[in-house]
């Protein structure tokens, strides 16, 4: 039976299968067959392809709802379609339509432009011969009627016209006439070039302001702007000159009385300042208007030389008058030398330096003018140049403010100034170091306002020369002064140290008694010297600190003084780029200074504290091992009524601390009584750890730490708390009732509390108590 249903499927066609995995087997193929399994997997092939077949004819068949609708919907279209195609037709024929109209039209545009345009060229052109039939026929006119203002008027609207044109006019019909006027144009632009400079030329001999400005303003109408310039520069530069030659020569004549004599010559720079200020004040506009902006700088260069010629006989007359140039070598020759006989007076030195700084001051207020001046006509012609123009123009600028002698002499002033001024600085701070002065109820000494009054006196001259380099050169040197001699001196003054604890005077005492007997039996008086150098010596030693204190806050002071200042003058315009990063680098080299002088403060201090006060703290603390803490009821009211060693401990303390109470500054006596605090607090644990304690010995003790904690805290404005926390501890575990109570203290059980005393310390606290056993100490877990 299975083999008749593969028989009858053989010749059936097979249709190729939809995956397309393997071909149908044909019917030779089928035939050959004769092997039972060969014919099985051949009869399986064929199955397993029908299925595939019915499985796509059944999908294709599924779809068959779908592919009728959009057969229906494209029947739909189909009309729409075909009107579509009709408009576009249409709309293709419109396009093609407009395109050949534009195409006509804008030909026939292009022709009107090219005619208007050569309609627009022969209208110039009959402009320009008219304009020049009228140019000649006006300059003849006005040249003849001496109107040389039109004259001009006509020659500048001729050298305006159009070359090309002319050119062109000159090959018309027309040609001759052409060339006729423009020869007698020519001859009359010659003339009247000829005419303008004579007439200026006499305007300036009789000094007739009206027709040189007259004049002047015609030369840009012929072409001549340098020319004009040129000319009128020089007319301006011979008043500069003749009334710079009237202040000089009333210099001269000027006595030594007089209220300005000091700054005469300051003054007459001045004079010379104002005078071209007020040149270029009142000229710019016209330069502007009939020059254009941009030129105002070749006025200036031309002034400025004049400027420079003058000002160099100013400074010459200045130096011999002032013997600037000797003084200096005198002062150079003071420095190198330690000679005191050839020493100069710094006080001669003082109105010379003043009238440098002053003339200084006046020439950068002056060069700032013409940079503002010269800068802003720059920027009015420069708006549509190019970079490279304006890096030209800039250069240019810095090239007449720096280079010029004006700056180059007011350089070599300031630099012969510098060195003069820091001899004056120095000298006159060796002067009031020598006469230092201690008034009696003074904290401090008359040297420390009298050095801080020359410092800033010599630092505000040289502010006041508004020169930065000239500044940061004396901020310098005032710093080095500072660093160097005063603060040598404030330094050695410490290292002479503190004389003296109570025993040691106490021994200086009987020596001096033993020399006061036979001073009398010798001589019959006393000789109380010894005695009163330490007294001296103590006094300088505490002076010595508050000095220091007070030049710490000076410099600071003065800092801030100087950085306002200093902020006002470059707000002004004075300096360059350069000139913040070097105040600034100069004002943190004085802040440095300051704190180098706050070292030194508290290496006093330490000093202080390690000869004065340990060697008389330390035995008085050491007292509290001679009071027995081992104590039962009895001997602890006793101690409560008549204390044994906190009270007089506190006593001690004040009576040694009144000394330096009167004799220190609020703020050092504070840092004194800090140090000394922190003293207390390490001797006293060690005492403390050499003790044994009872019960009540251990209550004892927190009574004495609670007094000493509580008078410390009135005399000192520091929070000393956290100096005795450790002992605090000692104390609260010397005051426990059985070991195991600690464990209520440590570890989580802590609260805010945090403790300073070690694991092995707060064992060793315990070990002090006599009625702990250690055996109950060793098996805490801490």
Known sequence: MRYAKMAASATTPMAPSSGGSASAL??????????????????????????????????????????????????????????????????AGTITFTCNLAENVSSKVRQLDLAKNRLYQAIQRADDILDLKFCMDGVQTALRNEDYEQAAAHIHRYLSLDKSVIELSRQGREGSII????????????????????????????????????????????????????????????????????????????????????????????????????????????????????????????????????VEKVVDKFIQQRDYHRQFQ????????????????????????????????????????????????????????SEEVKQEHQKCLDKLLNNCLLSRTMQELIGYYITMEEYFMRETVNKAVAMDTCEKGQLTSSMVDDVFYIV?????????????????????????????????????????????TTFQDFQRGVTSAVSLM?????????????????????????????NLEVCSENIMTLKKTLESDCAKLLQQGFGGEQAQPKIDSCLSDMAAISHKFRDLLQEGLNELTNSAIKPQVKPWINLFLSVSHNIEEEEFNDYEANDPWVQQFILNLEQQMAEFKVGLSLVIYDSLTSLMTTLIAIEMEKVVLKSTFSRLGGLQFDKELRSLIAYLTTVTTWTIRDKFARLSQMATILNLERVTEILDYWGPNSGPLTWRLTPAEVRQVLALRIDFRSEDIKRLRL
Do not use: W
């Open 179 to 310: 060339e006729a006027n423009l020869e007698l144009l020519q001859e009359a632009e010659q003339r009247l070039k000829i005419i303008v400079t004579k007439k200026f030329d006499e305007a300036t001999r009789q000094e007739d302001l009206p027709q040189v400005e007259r004049f002047f303003k015609i030369f840009p109408l012929l072409g001549l702007h340098e020319e004009g310039l040129s000319n009128f520069s020089e007319y301006l530069c011979k008043q500069v000159a003749n009334k710079a030659e009237e202040n000089l020569q009333l210099v001269m004549k000027t006595d030594m009385s007089d209220r300005r004599a000091a700054v005469i010559f300051a003054d007459t720079l001045t004079l010379l300042f104002e005078g071209i200020a007020r040149i270029v004040e009142t000229h710019q506009p016209i330069v502007e208007t009939y020059y254009g902006p941009g030129r105002l700088y070749t006025l200036i260069k031309h002034l400025q030389v004049e400027c420079d010629r003058q």
């Open 26 to 91: 044909s019917m030779e193929e089928i035939r050959a067959l004769t092997d039972l399994s060969d014919l099985e997997a051949a009869y399986s092939r064929l199955c397993a392809e029908e299925k595939a077949v019915e499985e796509e004819l059944e999908m294709l068949l599924n779809q068959q709802c779908s592919i009728e609708s959009k057969m229906t919907a494209l029947h739909r279209i189909g009309p729409n379609l075909q009107l579509i195609e009709g408009d576009a037709k249409q709309l």
């Open 456 to 500: 800033k006196k010599c630092i505000g001259r040289a502010l006041s020369s508004s020169s930065i380099d000239c500044l940061c050169a004396m901020i310098n040197h005032s710093i080095t002064e500072l660093e160097s001699d005063f603060g040598e001196v404030l330094c050695n003054k410490l290292k002479m140290g503190f004389p003296a």
């Open 518 to 546: 036979h001073s009398s039996l010798q001589q019959g008086k006393f000789d109380t010297k010894g005695i009163e150098s330490t007294d001296e010596a103590k006094q300088s030693f505490l002076v010595t600190l508050n």
């Open 330 to 385: 005198h002062v150079q020759n003071s420095m190198m030398r330690s000679s005191a006989v050839e020493r100069i007076e710094p006080r001669e030195l003082d109105p010379i330096l003043t009238e440098v700084t002053l003339m200084n001051a006046r020439s950068e207020l002056y060069l700032r003018f013409i940079k503002r001046r010269i800068v802003s006509d720059f920027e009015v012609g420069d708006s549509m140049a």
